[in-house]
């Protein structure tokens, strides 16, 4: 063959396999446009196309290959299940049906839960548009981690079963039950033979009791799936769940997505939104956990898309597994229960991340009506939250104290470790999360501000010594002398008029700003020299002490 021939046979060649194969321009963007308006017909979702199976549709938008995740199968099974509890009705209850003491070991009615389907049917409640969301066709999967503290039977088997009825099994790569120390018999052998069932399905147990954090820990320790979803032990995940978290963690994997927690009431069962679904995490400054409305600059133009999150509810959300550990996993000196969801959100956020909740992603929740277990003397929430706070938190750690004075003296125990962790990653500071991300939190939740750190005597660390003045030769200067314990003589007072007053001198600090001295001088309010800025400072406080000192 001829040199020429040869190469325009080539050609040839290359162009063709260029038409079918690249994305937008080749054969496929053919299809995408078809397969886009099949799928956007409305009233689809009532007619599944039945024995299809999931991956029936395909779309090529910035050229990755999205497919429909749905199992419409599956979803026209449990459209035709009836029975009571069914369809996340609540269970319709009788005076009977009510154990106290069986009520209080779970902290929710067990009768009831044990008398509904382990695969009982939930109602969509997802936005419109997600029923037609497509997601990347190659997502990574997933380890299921779910830790447990002597949860009851049927609502353990609950969150399993409904995570296998409704999610994709190409995606799990396992689920990792994980026992925190349990003491009740069902947890134990029992639990064994009824998950062997599942192979995916493991169990591991902690060799003491460690607390939601460590145990989850372990949990993740033992993961191989390419991202960690988390979850609790009384969970029903909903239609379509995971598909739209992994996809989020695709595009980006320094990425935490939560789904949206729906309420599975603690009496009936009843499967419903929660008040105020589509709000995002935030905090007040007692550190109590809150959801505030996404304010209009974040709101998304399809409100099924996911938003940002300042901080997460704490239970349930996703993470790319090795992001996760890069990240330091959770502080293991927090301890049983609490904290660990400000955490991993501000180390998310401050540490190069970001955090998302999506709304076409639901699982219910049982919001038990009290805390059934155990917790060991000595732990509290408060020494978790306070670890927090002085890792993670800066000078706004100060607002919580002014909340809670009894957190300022509280252990923390060692966190030289955690901030460590904090400067070999880089992470910024505290200011930067409450003005880039939970700018909006204070609107709802003001701070209370700290009383100005400005009157009795300014001592000197090193010296040990007080600033005083002394009038000589030159006028009066600033020195420094022995602090006298209540020593009046050295006491200083910020006014509101930004002067620092000096009452035994009755003279002000003031400079010369061309030779950088301080110097004492006759107040002068309206001289800018003598006027000093703090950093932090409450008029209103100020006034009050002020008005206090005088009268
Ligand atoms: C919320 C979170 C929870 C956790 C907690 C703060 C949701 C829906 N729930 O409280 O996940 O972030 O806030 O820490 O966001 N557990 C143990 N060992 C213990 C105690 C609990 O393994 O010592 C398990 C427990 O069985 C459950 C999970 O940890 O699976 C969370 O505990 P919870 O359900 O008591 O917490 P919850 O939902 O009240
Ligand atoms: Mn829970």
Not at 78 to 92: L, N, Q
Not at 290 to 315: H, N, T
Request: aromatic share 10%.
């Amino acid at each position: 063959m001829k040199r020429k021939q040869k190469r325009f046979l080539q050609m040839t060649l290359l162009f063709t396999v260029a038409l079918i194969f690249l994305p937008n321009i080749g054969l496929w963007s053919l299809y995408k446009d078809k397969h886009l308006v099949k799928s956007a017909e409305p009233g689809e979702q009532q007619t599944f196309p039945l024995g299809l199976g999931d991956g029936q549709f395909y779309s090529w938008t910035d050229g990755l290959r999205r497919k429909d995740w749905h199992d419409y199968e599956s979803i026209q099974k449990e459209a035709m299940r009836s029975g009571k509890g069914e369809h996340g009705k609540p269970y319709p209850l009788t005076e009977e049906d009510h154990d106290d003491s069986a009520y209080r070991e779970n902290g929710f009615n067990i009768f009831v839960s044990n008398n509904i389907a382990l695969e009982r049917s939930l109602p969509d409640i997802r936005h419109a548009n997600c029923k037609h969301k497509m997601y990347l066709e190659r997502l990574p999967n997933t380890s299921i981690i779910i830790p447990f503290h002597n949860e009851g039977w049927t609502s353990l088997l609950r969150t399993i079963h409904s995570i296998i009825n409704r999610t994709p099994e190409s995606l799990i790569a396992e689920i990792i039950l994980v026992d925190d120390f349990s003491e009740r018999e069902h947890l134990k052998d029992k639990l064994e033979e009824y998950m062997a069932r599942f192979s995916k399905v493991r169990i591991v147990r902690t060799k003491k009791r460690e607390g939601l954090i460590r145990t989850r820990l372990l949990g993740a320790s033992m993961a191989r799936g390419e991202v960690l979803t988390f979850l609790d032990s009384h969970c029903e995940v909903n239609v379509n769940w995971l598909p739209p978290l992994l996809n989020q963690i695709a595009l980006n994997h320094k990425t935490i997505v939560c789904p949206m927690i729906d309420v599975i009431d603690h009496n009936h069962f009843g499967y419903e939104a929660q008040a105020g679904d589509a709000m995002r995490g935030a905090f007040d400054w007692e550190m109590y956990y809150k959801r505030i409305p996404i304010p209009p600059e974040l709101q998304r133009a399809d409100p099924s898309d996911p938003f940002e999150s300042p901080v997460m509810a704490g239970g349930l959300f996703a993470v790319d597994r090795k992001w996760f550990w890069e990240l330091g996993g959770y502080d293991p000196g927090l301890e049983i229960w609490g904290g660990e969801q400000y955490e991993i959100s501000f180390k998310v956020w401050m540490c190069g991340g970001e955090m998302f909740d999506v709304p076409c992603s639901r699982v219910g929740h049982i919001y038990r009506k009290y805390v059934p277990y155990k917790v060991p003397s000595g732990t509290s929430l408060a020494r978790n939250l306070k670890r927090v706070a002085e890792t993670w938190m800066d000078e706004f750690a100060e607002y919580i104290y002014q909340r809670r004075p009894e957190y300022r003296h509280l252990s923390t125990g060692d966190i030289s470790a955690q901030k460590e962790l904090r400067k070999q990653l880089k992470c910024k500071d505290f200011k930067w999360f409450m003005a880039a991300v939970a700018w909006d939190v204070p609107k709802y939740y003001p701070p209370v501000e700290p009383p100005p750190a400005a009157w009795g005597e300014i001592r000197n660390v090193a010296a040990n010594l007080c600033v005083d003045s002394k009038h000589g030769a030159t006028g009066t200067e600033l020195r420094l002398d022995i602090c006298v314990k209540d020593g009046s003589e050295r006491t200083w007072s910020h006014e509101q008029d930004r002067t620092l007053f000096h009452p035994v001198s009755n003279s002000c600090m003031d400079c010369n700003p061309a030779e950088k001295k301080i110097v004492m001088a006759r107040c002068d309010p309206l001289s800018e020299t003598q006027q000093w800025i703090f950093e932090h400072i409450n008029m209103t406080v100020l006034e009050k002490l002020n008005h206090h000192a005088s009268s």
